[in-house]
T-cell receptor, first 108, second 114 residues
Framework: QKEVEQNSGPLSVPEGAIASLNCTYS??????FFWYRQYSGKSPELIMS????GDKEDGRFTAQLNKASQYVSLLIRDSQPSDSATYLC????????FGQGTTLQVKP | EAQVTQNPRYLITVTGKKLTVTCSQN?????MSWYRQDPGLGLRQIYY???????DKGDVPEGYKVSRKEKRNFPLILESPSPNQTSLYFC?????????????FGNGTRLTVT
């Protein structure tokens, strides 16, 4: 069965620090990788997508993909309390599969 | 504004009383899908549709029905709701099923079945 694994957390970081969120996946044929942010009681919101090995940066967010290791990560620089949310990793190979999410807490 | 609209946002009902949750998108997306989200279980796909009149089961389809008569609408039907269907439901759509088409989610429907 295809799986996407994330540490549920919570991951707690101080304001201004770098938050590192990790995700592993089981299907080597996976083509696309997404990070969604979900505030409590709200809908998931796409924040990053990455399709090839390496890093992709967008503002304070950097997605990193290593297909050989079947590993995708999200770095949030200069973390803010408003970044406190659950971050869902999603992997697509035909079907889109979500991890259970990592809860991030940014302490002022 | 491009969006996926679900209604209602909150719904409390009793066991066995048929209900429909509506979903509409204004982005001309081909692909639409329903998910339920439960604590500890994450997002699980109920049904999906790749185009008009084309629907298929996801991971947890039991107790649910869908239809796709028009491209923009994809209602979720619970013919005889049961308490184990109490959950947070999301409708989502994407332009196509290709690998670089991310999902856009509606605001969610919190359903309670007593």
């Amino acid at each position: 069965q295809k799986e996407v694994e994330q540490n549920s957390g919570p991951l707690s970081v101080p304001e201004g620090a770098i938050a590192s969120l990790n995700c592993t996946y089981s299907d080597r044929g996976s083509q696309s990788f997404f990070w969604y942010r979900q505030y409590s009681g709200k809908s998931p919101e796409l924040i990053m997508s990455i399709y090839s090995n390496g890093d992709k940066e967008d503002g304070r967010f950097t997605a990193q993909l290593n297909k050989a290791s079947q590993y995708v990560s999200l770095l949030i620089r200069d973390s803010q309390p408003s970044d406190s949310a659950t971050y869902l990793c999603a992997v697509k190979e035909g079907k889109l599969i979500f991890g259970q999410g990592t809860t991030l807490q940014v302490k002022p | 504004e491009a969006q996926v609209t679900q209604n209602p946002r909150y719904l409390i009902t009793v066991t066995g009383k048929k209900l429909t949750v509506t979903c509409s998108q204004n982005m001309n997306h081909e692909y639409m899908s329903w998910y339920r989200q439960d604590p500890g279980l994450g997002l699980r796909q109920i049904y999906y549709s790749m185009n008009v009149e084309v629907t298929d089961k996801g991971d947890v389809p039991e107790g649910y029905k869908v239809s796709r008569k028009e491209k923009r609408n994809f209602p979720l039907i619970l013919e005889s709701p049961s308490p184990n269907q109490t959950s947070l439901y999301f409708c989502a759509s994407s332009l196509m099923t290709g690998y670089n088409s991310p999902l856009h989610f509606g605001n969610g429907t919190r359903l309670t079945v007593t």
